[in-house]
């Protein structure tokens, strides 16, 4: 099977979400590449090459059976896989993003959260208990965890990145303000959230600059 | 002055953390651009004319004043302004998200949290009351609100966009697993969070396929 790109994963994860919203408000049990083309903004043709790339054949004047759309993404991107996953660094944002519960239906499991504050350790968040640190790297190899979020300060993030590695992480998710190395069979994932925030205050306070010229 | 592109602000933004930390560790006051480049993979060339471009001269042999350069590199991007920002959408995500101190410190200022269960309705979350979103209107008029950041679910978020936009926001930070249409002179920011972890499920799930073959 071929493999997909970003953009194709991006894609497939809009006509997804546009599918789940619609099977809930709708009795309907098929949508035509049309009718997704149309609410997301992409050409028809695409939305009909992506979908056939997948296997998925619409019937003419009917289109596409959403059900089976629906769960042929989810078999393609893997969200119906399990990961183990942990959480390092449990903050405000690594609490949050590590008891968000909408990840678990994309085959994210977090089964554990770790921090190196004795004030943090012990304290529940979600369905876990925060354990320290210094044991993750032992639980990662007893629970044959495969991936790691990040949500430590930026200046220990690289440090911290190295030893899950080594203790056997295949993926990391980065919530850390910085970019982290990772040798090329580890998948890892930078969300810069600061530099979403800095782009956007850019922009807004360009608006304001133009509007008041 | 000129326009800075997006490239152009991550690299401020990564030159800014590079120093925030670099002057948290050293006893030092200057860092030469070699130093920059080095640590953050950007080429020294590059790292000169970024700063040359804000006005900032080095001295040979010396380098770049570091508290200067961070001052430059805020006053720049905005972040000695102080926007009033609301969070609608006062979940796990939404809750963390605005009760993150570290945005403050880019002039990111939280005066509210807006949401439509009565459930949280009253809730204190951080330093803040949870009030109910049939009120988000008024207050941002009240309180000449400029930002907001979305945390709704998807199916209403451009419900909610078109609303706070109308009431007078100027800039939408929107963490919601949805694409969000906005005028030509609102700014906008997609945090697509479950996009990134499609990516790298997809991503850790081909390479687990190319070690087993």
Redesign the interface.
């Known amino acids: 099977m071929e493999?997909?790109n970003?953009a194709t994963?991006?894609r497939l994860?809009?006509y997804y979400?546009y599918i789940s919203?619609h099977l809930?408000?709708t009795d309907g049990v098929s949508v035509s590449s049309a009718e997704i083309a149309r609410l997301?903004?992409v050409d028809d043709t695409q939305v009909r090459k992506d979908l056939s790339a997948l296997g998925l054949k619409g019937c003419p004047r009917v289109g596409f059976k959403m059900a089976e759309v629906k769960q042929t993404i989810r078999i393609r991107?893997?969200?119906n896989?399990c990961?183990k996953a942990i959480v390092v660094g449990a903050g405000?944002?690594g609490?949050?993003?590590g008891?968000?519960?909408?990840?678990f239906d994309?085959?994210?499991n977090v089964i554990a959260l770790f921090d190196n504050d004795p004030n943090k350790i012990g304290l529940m968040i979600g369905d876990h208990v925060v354990q320290p640190v210094d044991k993750v790297e032992t639980f990662i190899r007893d629970h044959d965890v495969?991936?790691g979020i990040l949500a430590v300060p930026?200046?220990t993030a690289q440090d911290v990145a190295r030893k899950v590695i080594q203790a056997g992480l295949?993926?990391l998710?980065v919530f850390s303000?910085?970019?982290i190395e990772v040798p090329e069979?580890?998948?890892?994932?930078h969300?810069?959230?600061?530099?979403?925030?800095?782009?956007?205050?850019?922009?807004?306070?360009?608006?304001?600059i133009k509007?008041s010229v």
């Open positions: 493999n997909l970003k994963i991006q994860l809009l979400h919203d809930a408000h997301i903004d991107l893997g969200f896989d990961h405000k944002l609490g949050a993003i008891s968000y519960k909408e990840f994309y085959g994210l495969q991936m930026a200046d295949k993926a998710w303000s910085t970019h069979n580890i998948a890892v994932r969300e810069h959230l600061l530099g979403g925030l800095a782009e956007m205050l850019y922009s807004m306070k360009m608006q304001t509007q």
